[in-house]
């Protein structure tokens, strides 16, 4: 069973990615890695969401960073959403992370976080135990 999917929006975010992978790797926990964008392919995105066992969700997204909020509206299990820098520093990213509306609610990592993002994941799985 998969316990973390990591969700990133574009191939360009791989090496946030791989640094949220090799910490999750060191810990033996159990991930996924998907690239869906809320923007390219909605609708594969919100059937993996509606499918998948894991327990939590890491989303990493730069830009308008979209991702972490579309998965906290269609799901009930924790979202962490990682702002990667690319236009306007990163600040972009993590300010459309940060501003969920009531109700969607996101946890957000620093710029660039993927390490941060992992160990945050971890914790909530040890924390349900």
Same mark, same amino acid.
């Given at each position: 069973?998969?316990?973390?999917? &990591? ?21 033996? =926990?159990?991930?996924?890695? /998907? !690239? ?16 998948? /066992? ?14 972490? @909020?579309?998965?906290?509206? *269609?799901?009930?299990?924790? !979202?962490?959403? &990682?702002? !990667?820098?690319? /236009?306007?520093? @990163? ?6 992370? !940060? ?6 609610? &996101?946890?957000?990592? @620093? ?6 993002? =992992?160990?945050?994941?971890? *914790? ?6």
């Amino acid at each position: 069973m998969t316990d973390i999917a &990591v969700i990133s929006g574009s191939k360009s975010d791989q090496a946030i990615v791989d640094r949220i992978i090799a910490r999750l790797e060191e810990n033996g =926990a159990s991930y996924e890695h /998907k !690239v869906l964008s809320a923007h390219r392919n909605p609708k594969e995105l919100e059937e993996y969401i509606e499918n998948t /066992k894991a327990k939590v969700f890491i989303g990493v997204a730069g830009l308008s960073a979209a991702l972490p @909020g579309y998965i906290a509206s *269609r799901t009930k299990k924790p !979202v962490i959403g &990682v702002p !990667v820098s690319s /236009k306007l520093g @990163g600040l972009d990213a993590l300010l459309s992370i !940060v501003q969920m509306p009531p109700g969607v609610p &996101v946890a957000c990592v @620093g710029i660039d976080g993927g390490e941060n993002a =992992a160990l945050l994941a971890l *914790r909530i799985l040890e924390s349900g135990r």
